[in-house]
């Protein structure tokens, strides 16, 4: 079985490495030669753990091959993977131009049966839109063949994205031919005879699964975000609320973890893209919009947080920890770090940052402050002479740090800790004025 993978981003890249280790042989493509280069001299691009040995020993096996070249990935293809980006246009809705430029090329090379999958997170109706223009191109040609468009939506997590693409908690299949689902029942054989769960649907609801997933992670951690403030306010513990609400089957423990707000490339994107596709078929999603709207209120409640604590930031030293929007990760991608470091600096805030991943990317997208802003090398640099200390992501390396001796080494004693990692130690109230999220 022969797969081409078109676009290598997170998604395509992962997806490629995985079906290559399923014992596929597959051709991950992109258009753009230097990332195919990189690739080809077995430099990875993103930080992803464990993604590096596993593309390494596929490549030695000869199952995985990188390739700019469209013709040789869709002739060699039993099916094609589109997994190339879906960024958002000015409006909230999904940017098809990549996806549909990867369709007209499929569309001009097609020289027999192949399945068509779409794995890029995308409106509903856009599978069709793919098959319309794969025909259009193939009417221009004037040739016939046959060929079928599925949806197959990606949940893998960043940094954890080779666990969640070996062992999906589901495999979601839209597709209306048999042909085409007995086909991807092939490519996803080793999960097939693991039990993992199929769900063979409509295209259309394939497609809208992906969204109204997302959408609901984006509206629980909105939730809980919402309850901590309350808690504050009230002095309550949100951790304990959160803890006794998950212990309801109905709700479940997991995504109810207050922070300073959602980011990264899916659920800011895919959120504003789901109320722009109801907004189109005259419908509004309230409880979504509402979710977004309380995403960007808690990202300026740190701000307020912080600021509100030391009376004024203006010419103060802030150390911040942690700038990816996850652990695991040097995504910036609507990282919450972007608004609260751009909040402070507005303020007049010296930033000096740390990040385990992170400092590269912010480097450029946040050139605005770049006078502003010192990237450290470790945890104590950042923490020396700083006023403040501010955690804004939970990386495991920061749970081990010696609090003493940050406290030591800083000017003032304010720990904005605003993943409560240290919300259960109790050395660390003697040492900071503590200020977690939800609780005190
Ligand atoms: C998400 C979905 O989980 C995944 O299924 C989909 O395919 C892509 O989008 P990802 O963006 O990689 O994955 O990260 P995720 O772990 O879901 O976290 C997203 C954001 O929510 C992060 O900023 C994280 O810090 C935040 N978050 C998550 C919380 O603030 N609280 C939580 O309890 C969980």
Redesign the pocket.
Known sequence: MNISVIGTGYVGLVQGVILADFGLQVICMDVDQKKIDRLNAGDVPIYEPGLSELMHKNVEAGRLRFSSDMKEAVESADSIFIAVGTPPADDGSADLRYVLAVAKGIGEYLNGYKVIVDKSTVPVGTARLVGETIQKELDARGVSHEFDVASNP??????KAVNDCQRPDRIVLGCDSERAKDLLKKVYNVLYINQTPFIFTEIETAELIKYA??AF?AVK?SF?NEIALLAEKVGANVQEVARAMGMDGRISP??????P???????PKDTKAVADIARKHGEQTLVIEAAIQANEKQKAKMIEKITDSMDDVKDKTIAVLGLS??PDTDDMRDA?ALTILEGLAAQGAQIKAYCPQGIEESKWRLADIENQITYCHDEYEAAKNADALVILTEWNQFRGIDLERMGKLMKGNFLFDLRNIFAKDEQVRKLFQYRPVGRT
């Open positions: 990606e949940f893998l997590r960043e940094g997933s997302n992670l951690i809980i997991k995504f109810l973890h207050a922070g707000g959602y980011g990264g490339s899916c659920f929007f996850k919450p």
